[in-house]
C-alpha cells in the first residue's frame, strides 16, 4: 500500500510564495505520474499541476508562470513552488501519485494540506 506525506502549507500574504512537499511511502512500488490538485471553497477539484517519470510537466493555465511543479524520483517526492500567491489561490491542495504497485496500477490521494491567501 502506497502513503502519501503533504507538508507545506499555511497563511501567506498575496504576492508571497509557499513550497509544498509530498512523499510516497510503501513497498515494491514504482511512480509513473505525480501531481497537485485543488479545492477551494465551493468548488470542485482541480488539476494545478502534473510531472511525468520522465519530468515532462503539465499546468492549468491559471498557474503557468507563477507555479512550478519538481519531483525527486530517488525520494519518491514531488514539489510544488509558489510565487505570486493570490487570494483565488486559497483551497486545499491534494497530492496525487499513480504508479504500479506489485504489477497493479495505484492511484493515491495525499490527505490535502491548507493554503490560505490574505488580500
Known amino acids: 500500500q502506497v502513503q502519501l506525506v503533504e507538508s507545506g502549507g499555511g497563511l501567506v500574504q498575496a504576492g508571497g510564495s509557499l513550497r509544498l512537499s509530498c512523499a510516497a511511502s510503501g513497498s515494491s512500488f514504482s511512480i509513473n505520474t505525480m501531481g497537485w490538485y485543488r479545492q477551494a471553497p465551493g468548488k470542485q477539484r482541480e488539476l494545478v499541476a502534473l510531472?511525468?517519470?520522465?519530468?515532462?510537466?503539465n499546468y492549468a493555465d491559471s498557474m503557468k508562470g507563477r507555479f512550478t511543479i519538481s519531483r525527486d524520483n530517488a525520494k519518491n517526492a514531488v514539489y510544488l513552488q509558489m510565487n505570486s500567491l493570490k487570494p483565488e489561490d486559497t483551497a486545499v491542495y491534494y497530492c496525487?501519485?499513480?504508479?504500479?504497485?506489485?504489477?497493479?496500477?495505484?492511484?493515491?490521494w495525499g490527505p490535502g494540506t491548507l493554503v490560505i491567501v490574505s488580500s
Open positions: 510531472i511525468t517519470s520522465g519530468g515532462s510537466t
Open positions: 496525487n501519485v499513480k504508479g504500479l504497485v506489485q504489477r497493479r496500477y495505484f492511484e493515491v
